[in-house]
């Protein structure tokens, strides 16, 4: 299972937005509506940010959003705060003959 | 308190078995499938497993296909990962995750490091 692609980094100043790419193929990204993104700050466990595309889950701020195109997704993070600073990582559901991939990873620097 | 508490990490040689735990708790385990996710020291996150609600589904990645088994005992909520041949490249952090549909993992453990090395 080769992992979804993404940049390796990205930045943006304080209320400044940024958005990260997760290319995959039409097995996975393009075929089903099942893409999740994961914030993780160092030593901690990932946090689900976005699923289902653009679903956010409760307690997230809507300044985290999810769309997608063809075999490309994206998260956007609009009103860049420092809290935000960390590493991103896509996920998407490959159907019973792959089921799940994650992208290689975004660092995400607020300067 | 909703949580996951993976256990069971270590160090291994190479070739030699583990076996990993991920004890539920807080909420109905029975209802959810849970996967195993990993990532390699300064490495990104990898899939590694599912298991469906009651037991009868199971996929693996194909780095550790044949070699790791996936398990669970709903009557003990807990969650299991058989490694067996273990290799050098499946030195990580494990953690388990619970889905909400398809790969939507709300809730994580905090994660059982596996060392493989002589």
């Known amino acids: 299972q080769s992992a979804l692609t993404q940049p390796p980094s990205a930045s943006g100043s304080p209320g400044q937005s940024v958005t990260i790419s997760c290319t995959g193929t039409?097995?996975?990204?393009?075929?089903?509506?099942?893409v999740s993104w994961y914030q993780q700050h160092p030593g901690k466990a990932p946090k689900l940010m976005i699923f289902?595309?653009?679903k956010r889950p409760s307690g997230v701020p809507d300044r985290f959003s999810g769309s997608k195109s063809g075999n490309t997704a994206s998260l956007t993070v609009s009103g860049l705060q420092a809290e935000d600073e960390a590493d991103y990582y896509c996920?998407?559901?490959?159907?019973?003959?792959?089921?799940?991939?994650f992208g290689s990873g975004t660092k995400v620097t607020v300067l | 308190q909703v949580q996951l508490v993976e256990s069971g990490g270590g160090v291994v040689q190479p070739g030699r078995s583990l076996r990993l735990s991920c004890a539920a708790s807080?909420?109905?385990?029975?209802?959810?499938?849970i996967h195993w996710v990993r990532q390699a020291p300064g490495k990104g996150l990898e899939w590694v497993s599912v298991?469906?609600?009651?037991?009868?589904?199971?996929y693996y990645a194909d780095s550790v296909k044949g070699r790791f088994i996936i398990s669970r005992d709903n009557s003990k909520n807990t969650l299991y990962l058989q490694m067996n041949t273990l290799r050098a490249e499946d030195t990580a952090v494990y953690f388990c995750?619970?889905?909400?549909?398809?790969?939507?993992?709300?809730?994580w453990g905090r994660g059982t490091l596996v060392t493989v090395s002589s």
């Open positions: 996920s998407s559901y490959g159907g019973s003959n792959k089921f799940g991939v």
């Open positions: 807080g909420f109905s385990f029975s209802s959810f499938g």
């Open positions: 995750a619970r889905d909400m549909g398809r790969l939507d993992f709300d809730l």
């Open positions: 298991i469906s609600y009651d037991g009868n589904e199971k």
């Open positions: 039409s097995s996975d990204v393009g075929g089903y509506n099942y």
């Open positions: 289902e595309v653009s």
